[in-house]
């Protein structure tokens, strides 16, 4: 479980893009995360609080925008989402796929004052 490392890297980024632009508080963050980085949102929330803990940010909420990896079909050019589908396009039942996407991580609103 690495998502407390992930998420003690957030709150420094933050406390030095508050110290650059002069912030007092972030009310929120939403943190936009793929599927396939392997974090799991409800870790995630879990680790928050503590790592938000005596920091700057302690009262920052978090929001997790989680995107699941899309594929995209070899045999017929489908866009499916992998894992709801159990990584077999939906059309063609073909196994062989390319991932579009799933490898996101990065914050992608911050609402400060
Ligand atoms: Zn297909």
Same mark, same amino acid.
């Given at each position: +479980?690495?998502?407390?490392?992930?998420?003690?890297? %957030?709150? #420094?980024?933050?406390?030095?893009? +508050?110290?650059?632009?002069?912030?007092?508080? @972030?009310?929120?963050?939403?943190?936009?995360?793929?599927? #396939?980085?392997?974090?799991?949102?409800?870790? +995630?929330?879990? =680790?928050?609080? #503590? #790592? %938000?803990?005596? $920091?700057?940010?302690?009262?920052? !909420?978090?929001?997790?925008?989680? %995107?699941?990896?899309?594929? /995209?079909?070899?045999?017929?050019?489908?866009?499916?989402?992998?894992? !709801?589908?159990?990584? /077999? =396009?939906?059309? =063609? /039942?073909?196994?062989?796929?390319? +991932? $579009?996407?799933?490898?996101?991580?990065? @914050? !992608?609103? %911050?609402?400060?004052?």
């Amino acid at each position: +479980m690495h998502e407390l490392g992930y998420a003690t890297e %957030i709150v #420094a980024t933050l406390e030095e893009y +508050m110290k650059e632009n002069n912030l007092k508080k @972030i009310h929120s963050i939403t943190l936009t995360v793929g599927e #396939a980085t392997g974090v799991l949102p409800h870790y +995630m929330y879990e =680790c928050w609080p #503590a #790592a %938000i803990e005596d $920091t700057s940010l302690k009262d920052t !909420t978090l929001n997790i925008n989680y %995107i699941k990896v899309v594929g /995209r079909c070899r045999e017929c050019d489908e866009l499916f989402e992998v894992s !709801t589908n159990f990584g /077999r =396009c939906p059309k =063609c /039942r073909s196994e062989e796929y390319d +991932m $579009t996407n799933g490898y996101e991580f990065e @914050i !992608t609103e %911050i609402k400060a004052e």
